[in-house]
C-alpha cells in the first residue's frame, strides 16, 4: 500500500562534531496519510572537499517520555556527494506508529570516492549557542529584500562558525561565507541587517504620565490650639479661612480707606526712640538700664496696691 508523508516536525542539530568532515544538521519526523506512522529522516552535509559515496551511523529514538523505542545502524550508500551539499532526508532510518520525542545521532564512518573509508568515531560533538531569532518585522523585511523564506535568524559570527539568517550554522572547518542550504552571502546579510535595522523607525517613547501629588493627611489640633480657635471665634477678630500657611492660618488685614479717629492714631503712635552707638541699630524708647529698674520695681509697687486695696475694703465693711 503506497501512502504519502507529510512533514510533521522539523528541527536542527543544537551541537556540531568539531573536526568532523561529515556534519548531522537536522531531524524531521513525517507522518503517512494512509496509516499514520511515523517515519524519521536525517540530514547530513560533507564539509570536506573529497566526495562522499557512503556513510554509517548510528540513531537511537526515544519517546515523549524518555523511552527508548528503536536503537539501530543505518548505511547510506550508492551516493556522491560533492562539498557543502546536503544528503540523507529522502531515506527514512526509523518507520513506527509510536509518537517520537527525541532522536540521538553518532557519526561512525564515512566512505570516500577512491573507496577508502574515514573514521569519524573520535570526533566530539560540542554543543552549539541558540540562534537568537530575529523580530517578525525585520525577518518579513529581509524575506521580501532576498525572495528567500524562512529567514528568521539573526546572522551571526561565533568563535565555533557562523550562524546564516536561515538558520544553518556552518563550523570553521567548512570555509565558506556563502550558506549550502539558502546560497546567502554572509558578509551580505549582515549589511543588509544593519541597514534594515536603521531604516526602522524608532518608536516613541510612552509619555508618562503625570504624577498625582500625594495629599498628607491634616495634621490634628492640640487642645491648646482649639481652645486658642474657639477663643478668637468668640472674640470675632479672626476670619476662617480654607488656606493654611503651614499651621498658622490667615488673617485679613483692615480694609484700606477706614477712617481712624485721632484715638487710635495717638494709640499707635510709637514713642521716641534713639540709636545705639554700638550696636547701630534702634534701640527703643527707653535704655536697658531704665527697663531693668522698671522691672525690679513692679513687684513691690503691686504688693503695696494690693494692701491698701485689702485695708480700704476692710474699713468698708465695719463702718
Not at 518608536?203 to 498628607?216: C, G, L, N, R
Amino acid at each position: 500500500m503506497e501512502q504519502n508523508y507529510n512533514l510533521l516536525a522539523q528541527s536542527r542539530a543544537n551541537y556540531y562534531t568539531q573536526g568532523s568532515p561529515i556534519q548531522f544538521v537536522r531531524v524531521e519526523l513525517l507522518k503517512g496519510d494512509v496509516t499514520g506512522e511515523i517515519a524519521v529522516c536525517l540530514t547530513f552535509k560533507n564539509i570536506s572537499q573529497f566526495p562522499v559515496t557512503g556513510l554509517v551511523i548510528r540513531f537511537k529514538c526515544k519517546s515523549p517520555a524518555g523511552e527508548v523505542l528503536c536503537e539501530d545502524q543505518f548505511y547510506y550508500e550508492g551516493m556522491h556527494v560533492g562539498q557543502g551539499e546536503l544528503f540523507g532526508s529522502d531515506d527514512a532510518v526509523y518507520i513506527g506508529n509510536d509518537p517520537v520525542g527525541s532522536v540521538e545521532v553518532t557519526l561512525d564512518r564515512a566512505f570516500l570516492e577512491d573507496g577508502s573509508a574515514h573514521s569519524l568515531a573520535g570526533y566530539k560533538r560540542q554543543r552549539l549557542p541558540s540562534p537568537k531569532l530575529l523580530p517578525p518585522n525585520l525577518a518579513q523585511a529581509m524575506e521580501e529584500r532576498l525572495g528567500k523564506s524562512p529567514m528568521n535568524t539573526v546572522p551571526q559570527v561565533l568563535d565555533e562558525g557562523w550562524y546564516c539568517a536561515c538558520g544553518a550554522f556552518h563550523p570553521n572547518e567548512e570555509g565558506t561565507v556563502y550558506c549550502s542550504e539558502c546560497g546567502s552571502d554572509r558578509i551580505m546579510l549582515q549589511n543588509l541587517l544593519t541597514s534594515l535595522m536603521q531604516d526602522r523607525p524608532m518608536q516613541q517613547p510612552k509619555e508618562a504620565e503625570p504624577v498625582q501629588p500625594v495629599q498628607e493627611p491634616e495634621k490634628p489640633m492640640t487642645d491648646q490650639e482649639r481652645f486658642a480657635s474657639l477663643y478668637h471665634k468668640e472674640r470675632g477678630d479672626l476670619e476662617e479661612t480654607d488656606e493654611l500657611d503651614g499651621a498658622t492660618r490667615q488673617m485679613d488685614l483692615p480694609p484700606k480707606g477706614r477712617m481712624r479717629s485721632d484715638l487710635e492714631e495717638t494709640l499707635e503712635q510709637p514713642p521716641m526712640g534713639h540709636y545705639d552707638d554700638e550696636e547701630d541699630g534702634y534701640a527703643g524708647p527707653f535704655s536697658d538700664a531704665v527697663a531693668q529698674r522698671i522691672i525690679s520695681l513692679a513687684p513691690p509697687i503691686t504688693a503695696i496696691l494690693c494692701a491698701i486695696i485689702l485695708a480700704v475694703g476692710a474699713v468698708a465693711h465695719f463702718v
